[in-house]
């Protein structure tokens, strides 16, 4: 499909190859992303989308999914998901070519001289939350490149249900390394306060981890399908994520519980917790043993109304890409052409 424009965007950090969302087992919600915007974007212009870890290429719907050049020179815009390093190769054969970072990731404080060469190569970041674009910008100083903020989208579909909801069953569905262990100790603590609470444990299944005896009342159910993990939400009293060390640069499991309508119990002040969470009531200090088990009395007497940011909604999103991208939309918002199937 040749659309107004072109698109590439360039993943380097994708484990294996995708091309649908049912391809996206055991990889994370940066992927999703990337399926979800490439897909609205191509009804209004030629997208592809390109991995280091593809080896052969496809089509899937409207997006052209293909082996990562970064020394191919084209006339497109190039959105290059996280990789610095990648993107300076890309001006390198692409001078006149528009450039952007798509950045999902905090930077590390000695990357603060990259930043620099960004800006000097006028290459633009955009983040994936005002949190992270904050600390970005105190990173890169007076000297940095250019930065907006673009949210990760939620489906438009994802709303509240009738599912009873579970006083006893706590969730948690995020990788281990954000802070399981301290979950498992905070549950432990609040068990002992509140008896009968279960915490089931999902884990998307990006990265492999052993786990030895785990505390009464846990089960460990692996790695589900996002159709299952959104039925989890749904029954259980909160997604309970009391980890003070692991900061969200947006927080996807955040926003689609709070879509259809879960709580989410994480900690105030951590990253982009305080901006993705659609009621404060969902933020507390989580150092603190006995607010978190006050918190959990007060949602078993009474599940707080919590609902999802508009802001977030995919149809939202895609209008703040097209507006960024500087594509021509109709009088609806919308696009033209047919929606690229990722199913």
């Not at 939350?129 to 939620?154: C, F, K, M, T, Y």
Request: glycine share 8%; charged share 20%.
């Amino acid at each position: 499909m040749m659309g107004i424009a072109a698109l590439r965007i360039l993943d380097p950090c994708a484990p294996r190859a995708y091309a649908r969302l049912a391809s996206l087992h055991r990889l994370g919600g940066t992927e999703s992303t990337v399926l979800r915007i490439a897909s609205g974007l191509s009804r209004d212009m030629d997208v592809s989308v390109e991995q280091a870890a593809r080896r052969t290429a496809e089509i899937a719907g409207t997006v052209r999914f293909r082996p990562m050049d970064p020394a191919a020179a084209s006339p497109a815009t190039i959105l290059v998901i996280n990789a610095w390093d990648v993107a300076l190769a890309c001006r390198r054969h692409n001078p006149r070519a528009r450039i952007l970072v798509w950045q999902h990731l905090v930077p590390a404080a000695q990357e603060r001289p990259a930043l620099r060469r960004l800006a000097d190569a006028g290459i633009e970041i955009v983040c994936v939350s005002d949190w992270l674009a904050a600390e970005l910008r105190a990173l890169a100083g007076a000297a940095g490149p250019s930065i907006a903020v673009i949210a990760n989208p939620i489906a438009d579909d994802l709303h509240p249900d009738a599912t009873p909801r579970d006083p006893d069953l706590l969730f948690f569905a995020s990788s281990p390394k954000k802070g399981l262990d301290q979950v498992l100790a905070a549950f432990e603590t609040l068990r002992g306060a509140i008896r009968g609470l279960r915490l089931e444990v999902a884990d998307p299944g990006y990265l492999s981890w052993q786990h030895g005896t785990m505390p009464a009342g846990v089960c460990v159910l692996g790695t589900l399908p996002h159709p299952a993990v959104i039925a989890k939400m749904r029954a259980a009293l909160c997604v309970f994520y009391p980890q003070t060390g692991f900061a969200e640069t947006f927080g996807l499991v955040i926003a689609e519980a709070n879509a259809v309508g879960c709580p989410v119990l994480v900690h105030r002040g951590l990253g982009a917790n305080d901006e993705v969470a659609s009621d404060a009531r969902q933020c507390l200090d989580c150092t603190d043993a006995r607010m978190i088990a006050a918190r959990i009395r007060d949602w078993r007497r009474a599940t707080p109304a919590v609902s999802l940011d508009p802001r977030f909604r995919l149809s939202a999103v895609l209008r703040r890409w097209r507006g960024h991208l500087g594509l021509r939309c109709d009088a609806a918002g919308g696009a033209r052409g047919a929606m690229c199937d990722v199913s």
